[in-house]
């Protein structure tokens, strides 16, 4: 499902003025809008403002005002005319938004399918790596074995004491000698030994050396795929919001304006715009009840709790779920993958997710089995992601810049979840590692 934001919407009965913000005016907007401003929100036109996004260029047109829909009811042909161009808008918005949705879905789906290619790429060229160091490892300990028997081999005697020894001609010196020449045979067989298990090290850790080239190679080229898919899946999710958008502010008034239109009794046109205003300020009563529960749940636990280090915790729940290998889980139609990339929090349906620390959103949608996610880049090769957030949780956008402990979203149960709760992953040069020592070494106990 692509998520949903809160629904922007416009003036009754004013026409298309070709005077809405463009898409880098809501961007710069959404920018500027901090955490309290966003909760603390009552006018309609602020909600409108803030969560309104750019519409597709399908619908840069001028709808039907009030004072058309009047005016043609006076006039048989011209209402039967206006009565199929309301129909052709209902029906051009209506599909705009299943074509879009369906092209986001898809490009969620390719974006999470190339983004754990690209995960589990990064953990094998990991561990070839620490089985290449440690194999070197095995190969220095080798080396200096070899070299410590052959130290003791030479100060035993070498080969020039004993052939002085055998030629002495003295029994006794000969039992001596053979007592030599056996212990010799033992350090040149021992050494030997420690010699060829270090030759064995070393080409193992050159083999593992080269596997994981190799595989850095692969993870990068993954990498590089990933992101692009990201970026494609972004731009498919804000064109499925823009046609939503453009759904929200404009389906209610044309079917109330076609209702109006086919209606033969003596209900006027004022009552049918009094129902869509009433709409209207029903939906937004909802979202802001969302709101506030959101932030009572968050205020709750001590999720968004910035210290020193200018980290927070990014929920006030308990960890239910680690960081690496794991036995694979089934349910709900669905099983988790055997590694897991991150770690789950969970605070309960709804529960505050806060930005771990200050960055740029680079991606809020959409995303496959991490349902609603948001990718933030704090820089300096850091990032952090936030996975399973509520539909309609989404309290930041693409391009936002945050600050540590803002409200970003809340908890939910979207994508491969078993309930309520974030999936929280942490990312160094793009890699996946574990947030829990990630989050420790910054001050931040999960």
Not at 135 to 162: F, H, M, P
Not at 183 to 207: F, G, H, I, P, W
Not at 213 to 234: H, I
Not at 284 to 291: H, K, L, N
């Amino acid at each position: 499902m692509i998520p949903t934001k809160a629904a922007g919407e416009g003036a009754l009965g004013v026409e298309e003025c070709g005077c809405a913000p463009t898409p880098a005016e809501i961007r710069a907007l959404r920018a500027g809008v901090s955490r309290r401003t966003l909760l603390g929100a009552g006018t309609a036109g602020l909600v409108a403002a803030i969560v309104a996004g750019p519409l597709p260029a399908a619908f840069a047109t001028t709808y039907p005002s009030w004072d058309d829909v009047q005016a043609a009811k006076a006039n048989e042909a011209t209402k039967v005319a206006e009565v199929q161009r309301i129909q052709g808008f209902i029906q051009s918005l209506t599909g705009e938004v299943a074509r879009s949705r369906t092209a986001a879905e898809q490009a969620a789906e390719a974006f999470y399918t190339a983004q754990q290619e690209y995960f589990e790429a990064a953990v094998r060229a990991d561990t070839l790596q620490s089985q290449a160091d440690a194999e070197a490892a095995n190969a220095t300990e080798a080396a200096n074995k070899a070299g410590r028997v052959a130290a003791q081999l030479y100060r035993d005697g070498g080969d020039q004491t004993s052939l002085e020894l055998f030629f002495s001609g003295s029994a006794a010196t000969a039992d001596d000698l053979l007592t030599r020449l056996g212990v010799m045979d033992k350090l040149l067989e021992r050494n030997q030994m420690v010699y060829a298990t270090a030759v064995t090290a070393r080409d193992a850790a050159q083999s593992l050396t080269d596997q994981a080239v190799v595989a850095r190679d692969e993870r990068d080229r993954l990498q590089a795929v990933a992101e692009q898919k990201m970026s494609e899946s972004q731009q498919a999710a804000d064109a499925a919001q823009a046609a939503l958008d453009a759904q929200t502010l404009n389906l209610g008034q044309l079917q109330a304006q076609l209702a109006a239109l086919q209606d033969t009794t003596a209900k006027t046109i004022a009552d049918y715009q009094a129902g869509v205003e009433a709409a209207r300020i029903a939906e937004e009563q909802r979202r802001a009840a969302e709101r506030a529960e959101a932030e009572r749940l968050a205020a709750a636990g001590n999720g968004g709790g910035v210290v020193s280090s200018g980290w927070a915790r990014p929920t006030s729940g308990r960890r239910t779920s680690d960081f690496g290998p794991r036995s694979s889980q089934c349910g709900n139609g669905y099983c988790s993958t055997s590694y897991h990339y991150g770690v789950d929090l969970s605070g309960g349906c709804s529960a505050g997710i806060y930005a771990a620390a200050a960055g740029t959103v680079v991606y809020a949608g959409y995303n496959g089995g991490y349902g609603n996610y948001i990718k933030i880049d704090h820089g300096g090769g850091i990032g952090t992601g936030y996975a399973h957030i509520r539909n309609g949780g989404f309290n930041v956008g693409y391009g936002q810049r945050v600050n540590a402990g803002d409200l970003i979203g809340s908890e939910g149960n979207t994508g491969n979840a078993f309930g309520c709760n974030l999936h929280f992953e942490a990312y160094v040069n793009g890699s996946p590692v574990n947030p829990i020592n990630f989050l420790a070494a910054r001050g931040v106990s999960i």
